[in-house]
């Protein structure tokens, strides 16, 4: 395989980086973050769940509902459900206009660059201070719920029709979610409005990604692994996979099928705290490839900042998993803050390390006349 390239312009889009023959150097993870399992390799351990007869409380389809989901939460906070009462068209019609959302020029994506640390809008990669490597995909974010928090400039308004379409996907989501976490609530033995009280007011969150074929997939991830900080995101996949989890910190990784018009549903932090660790919280990435484009459209559903995060309810026997309550910004705020810091110690690690490796290639662009172009640049900026 073609060693990466080390490219000093930024690209402002990915889509002209996905024409390249090599990897730039910056989106290159180290070898043990590098993907185990191939993006279309699928697994069908996941459970596929029909929810039709959900809201039946005289016979006994709820409660067989309800067992399935709680298995699933309590083997790995992940499953997907069918006959969920979402729109098909209304479905289709957002994956259509997202899909055409990312065909625009890269100047009109652009209009809603959020880099600047802007609320909602488009970017490319993830944007966490201090991250060594960057994510191969592009997204557009816009916080939808609660309605008066929202703020229309930072929707893109094109292409037309989108934002109408958005509202209605919103609130439909958000009648889906609730009912997810009303099965939750009974699980734990609580009234069904508990998980739902507990996010005070519910926030949610829709960010579209969108991952272009790669040139050298098998270097780098989609999205780097980790797990969503809210109660319950749901995600909408297209049929070319790429969603990948694991149970056991990394070592070993399954590839979720896609399932035409089916909800993936995750368990996040918020919901792992308050079900005291019974529900776990889905540690999950995704991985990119050669062939095609993917997109997947996630709606996080999270508490309100000022909620309190502590389990709802701790069983006989059993300690809580959190040593005091604390509100979801703060522990918002402490997750970020343990991923920077993990962030900035992986890059000090490789700079060591690449040390070797950067006299290596610095002495072969001498060696092929290339004097000229390095001197010009930084190196720091060649091999970042
Ligand atoms: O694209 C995917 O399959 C995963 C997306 C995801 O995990 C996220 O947006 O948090
Ligand atoms: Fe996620």
């Not at 609320?119 to 201090?130: A, C, D, R, T, Y």
């Not at 070319?240 to 089916?262: H, K, M, S």
């Not at 000022?306 to 509100?327: D, F, N, Q, S």
Request: glycine share 6%.
């Amino acid at each position: 395989m073609a060693p990466p390239t080390a490219t000093a312009a930024p690209a402002q889009t990915l889509t002209a980086l996905a024409e390249e023959k090599t990897l730039q150097a910056k989106f290159v993870r180290d070898e043990d973050e590098r993907p185990k399992v191939a993006y279309n390799q699928f697994s069908n351990e996941i459970p596929v769940i029909s929810l039709a007869g959900i809201d039946d409380n005289e016979g006994n389809r709820r409660s067989e509902i309800r067992k399935k989901i709680v298995e699933a939460c309590e083997d790995w906070g992940l499953f997907q459900v069918v006959d969920h009462g979402v729109d098909a068209t209304l479905i289709s019609q957002m994956t259509r206009l997202a899909t055409e959302f990312f065909a625009l020029p890269a100047q009109e994506k652009l209009r809603f660059d959020m880099s600047g640390g802007k609320k909602g809008g488009f970017i490319v990669s993830s944007h966490l201070q201090g991250e060594a490597v960057q994510d191969w995909r592009e997204i557009v974010t816009y916080f939808s719920q609660p309605k008066r928090l929202r703020d229309y400039t930072r929707w893109p308004d094109k292409p037309e029709g989108w934002i109408a379409v958005t509202e209605k996907y919103s609130d439909s989501l958000m009648e889906l979610a609730c009912k997810l976490l009303e099965v939750l609530s009974e699980a734990m033995g609580l009234e069904k409005e508990a998980l739902t009280k507990a996010c005070v007011e519910m926030d949610q969150k829709v960010v579209v990604n969108y991952y272009p074929k790669c040139p050298q997939p098998d270097l780098t991830l989609g999205l780097k692994r980790h797990t969503d900080p809210g109660t319950i995101t749901l995600l909408l996949q297209d049929q070319v996979g790429g969603l990948q989890a694991t149970r056991d910190g990394g070592n070993t990784w399954i590839t979720v099928e896609p399932v035409e018009g089916a909800f993936v549903v995750n368990l996040g932090d918020h919901g792992h705290y308050l079900s005291n660790g019974r529900f776990k919280n889905a540690d999950h990435q995704a991985v990119v490839n050669s062939n095609t484009s993917r997109l997947s459209i996630a709606t996080f559903q999270n508490p309100a900042p000022e909620a309190v995060v502590y389990p709802l309810k701790i069983r006989e026997g059993e300690k809580a998993v959190m040593e005091e309550p604390i509100t979801f910004m703060e522990m918002y705020k402490r997750k970020m803050s343990k991923d920077i810091e993990i962030a900035k110690l992986k890059k000090l690690a490789k700079e060591a390390d690449d040390d070797e490796k950067k006299k290596k290639m610095k002495q072969s662009l001498f060696d092929n006349n290339n004097k000229e172009s390095f001197e010009s640049k930084p190196i720091d900026k060649l091999f970042a």
